[in-house]
């Protein structure tokens, strides 16, 4: 499954009332990180497919969910589970650390 790309739009649909926990990665093109962190997210949306969704955040794009998240650093990666925050990290994080957090949610 291919990341899905998170808009005030779908957000609601997508995120909130996902019965799969989402992984959120808050992210823009100028970012260096976030260009590192991009094929991490790739590969666990593959990994993770029909277990959790994988959800891409262009904060550039979307300042109203950034600024809901309170994101002030990117790349910035978020767990929501039943519509709650269960996990966050901020910075480049290798795929192990990812799938740490995802440990028991999914």
């Known amino acids: 499954m291919a990341e899905l790309v ?3 739009e779908n957000f ?8 799969q ?7 823009a093109t100028w970012c260096g990180p976030c260009r590192m962190l991009g094929p991490v997210v790739a590969e666990l949306a593959e990994d993770y497919a029909g277990r959790m969704k994988v959800g891409k955040v ?3 794009e979307q300042p ?5 998240f309170g994101v002030s650093s990117i790349p910035l990666l978020v767990v929501v589970k039943d519509g709650k925050i269960a996990d966050a990290a901020v910075g480049y994080q290798p795929k192990e650390k990812v799938e740490a957090m995802l440990a028991g949610l999914v």
Not at 12 to 19: C, I, M, P, R, T
Not at 21 to 27: A, E, H, K, Y
Not at 64 to 68: D, I, N, P, R, T
């Open 64 to 68: 109203a969910l950034a600024q809901a």
């Open 12 to 19: 609601e649909q997508e995120v909130l009332k996902s019965a």
């Open 21 to 27: 926990p989402v992984l959120l990665d808050f992210w």
């Open 6 to 8: 998170i808009t005030q």
């Open 58 to 60: 262009n904060v550039d």
